[in-house]
């Protein structure tokens, strides 16, 4: 992560500088007449000579202008009126692009408030992120070098105080990007639970539960999963109790309700039996990233200390072929008691979010559940990797997800729920079967999950399509997105912080 400080407005003496320009300020905004006059006039004539006017998203890079500084970085913010967090969050990681080879950089943030400024930090935090751990030959010198930025801002406690919160986020981002981006060998089920484990310096509780326990519980349609793998699974619980009512006053006057987010985990999804084709089938390292959400979220949220009691539960395990794994046509008993038949082992995550749903209500009986994870090709087919496709049986819930995905750009589109989609998962010999035809496969896979639910307010995310990215974004370097962790980061400090 970055070193980020912030510092009153004065004029950098050397290294690089970054000029957040609104349009058609270009003259007037923050610094640029200081620069200009002490760079005898070099950067009105870059200006010029780029046609920079301060467009959203436009750079303006100017080469030892003068005045001992090594580079200036102009970006255009838009409009004045239209700037919002997101948009300073895009010129912060913009910036951090252009600065990758300065070891360190002072940004001038264009008159924006002291809360933008923060913003404007989080964004190029986000973007100069980087999974380099198994890259042992890479020269020094090939390495992106920024390391420090010092952010000007009108008042430097109230631009701290804003970055706090901000700066836990983008650990919780960080964290859940290393879980995915890790090689399925090195980031097995037990692996991932230690991960977690680790959290615990945080002031999260986190309990793991291993085959032996999940057997005992009766959780047949995780463990069928996990029965192919020479992995053990795990399921793991961590909770968060920030209310202000948890304390030991408020427990006294009985039980909080948590709220509760769970994740699926497969740490390598081969598809088991139903083995997939070979082609793309690294991709599939990536399939606990509803996990990794979760994970990263409630790093977040200890790290922020989030007034809230909030539980997240993910389940673990690895989807192989053997001789011991699942075979089509298996009914295995789930932990709610409902039978499955295991028409095609490669939907698996069903199976596995079944038993950690399940318990997850059972123990907590939380506020509401949301679940995340890469469930279905066919949401891919359905939104592309521009919106995850949510469901949801409780309008509220559903709204106030919508928003917190157009605030903070991990968006969201609802898909629906009913009878004649559910119906289609009728089994001739058990409860139910664990895969419908083609059509509909993204909301028959949701009918499913919620024959886990018994009712109680729930919405399920299916972030097939968001959880690696293959291309940049302006705060996203290409890979794993950590999708899923600001969005309900959002949604908790939007609606359930005492
Ligand atoms: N993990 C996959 C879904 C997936 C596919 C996520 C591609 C991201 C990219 C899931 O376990 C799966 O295999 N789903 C099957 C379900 C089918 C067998 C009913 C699918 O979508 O093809
Ligand atoms: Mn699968
Ligand atoms: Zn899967």
Redesign the pocket.
């Known amino acids: 992560m970055l070193d980020i400080s912030f510092a009153k407005s004065v004029l950098p003496q050397s290294g690089a500088v970054v000029l957040l320009v609104a349009e058609g300020e270009t003259a007037t905004a923050d610094m640029v007449a200081a620069l200009d006059s002490a760079t005898g006039g070099a950067i009105a004539r870059a200006f010029a000579a780029a046609e920079f006017t301060g467009k959203a998203g436009s750079t303006c890079v100017i080469l030892a202008p003068g005045a001992g500084l090594s580079r200036v970085v102009a970006v255009g913010l838009g409009t004045h009126d239209a700037i919002t967090h997101r948009t300073a969050e895009a010129a912060g990681g913009t910036a951090a692009a252009a600065l990758m080879r300065e070891t360190q950089a002072t940004i001038a943030a264009g008159g924006l408030s002291c809360e933008m400024a923060a913003a404007v930090a989080m964004g190029a935090c986000l973007k100069a992120y980087r999974f380099d751990r198994y890259r042992t030959t890479e020269k020094a010198e090939d390495k992106p070098r920024l390391t420090r930025l010092t952010v000007l801002a009108a008042d430097i406690a109230v631009a701290k105080s804003a970055w706090a919160p901000l700066k836990a986020t983008v650990d919780g981002v960080f964290l859940s990007r290393d879980l995915v981006s890790e090689p399925p060998n090195v980031l097995t089920p037990a692996e991932m639970a230690d991960r977690c484990k680790a959290l615990e310096s945080l002031g999260l509780k986190v309990e793991v539960f291993g085959p032996k326990e999940m057997t005992k519980l009766g959780f047949g349609a995780l463990m069928g999963v996990a029965a192919g793998s020479a992995c053990e699974p795990r399921m793991v619980v961590m909770s968060w109790h920030g209310a202000s009512g948890s304390t030991s006053k408020g427990k006294k006057s009985g039980k909080t309700q948590p709220i509760a987010f769970v994740g ?1 985990g ?1 740490t390598f ?1 081969t ?1 088991g039996i ?1 083995i ?1 084709p070979a082609g ?1 089938m690294e ?2 390292k ?2 606990m990233a509803g996990a990794g959400t979760v994970v990263g979220l409630m790093a977040a949220l200890a790290g922020r200390k989030a007034k809230v009691d909030v539980v997240g539960l993910v389940g673990l395990v690895e ?1 192989m072929p053997s001789g011991t794994a699942m075979r089509p046509g298996d009914v295995v008993t789930s932990y709610s008691g409902q039978t499955i038949e295991v028409l ?7 199976l596995v979010l079944a038993d950690v749903l399940y318990y997850c209500q059972q123990r907590f009986d939380p506020k509401f559940m949301i679940d995340l ?8 087919v359905t939104l592309g990797h521009e919106y995850a496709g949510y469901f949801s049986n409780n309008d509220a819930l559903a709204a106030q997800l919508y928003a917190a995905g157009d605030e903070t750009g991990e968006k969201l589109w609802r898909m629906p729920l009913a009878d004649v989609y559910d119906k289609q998962l009728k089994s001739e010999i058990a409860d139910m079967k ?3 035809g ?1 059509p509909g ?2 909301i028959t ?1 949701a009918q499913f999950i919620q024959r886990f639910v018994n009712g109680k307010t729930w919405a399920h995310l299916d972030i ?2 968001m ?2 990215s293959s291309k940049d974004t302006a705060t996203i370097p290409k890979g794993a997105t950590a999708y899923g962790v600001r969005l309900l980061d959002r949604l908790v400090s939007a609606h359930y912080e005492s």
């Open positions: 699926k497969v999804d598809g139903s997939k793309g991709d599939m990536w399939d989807n095609n082992t490669d939907a698996e995550g069903r994870a890469t469930l279905t090709g066919a949401m891919i664990n895969i419908t083609r496969s993204a896979a097939a399509g959880a690696w």
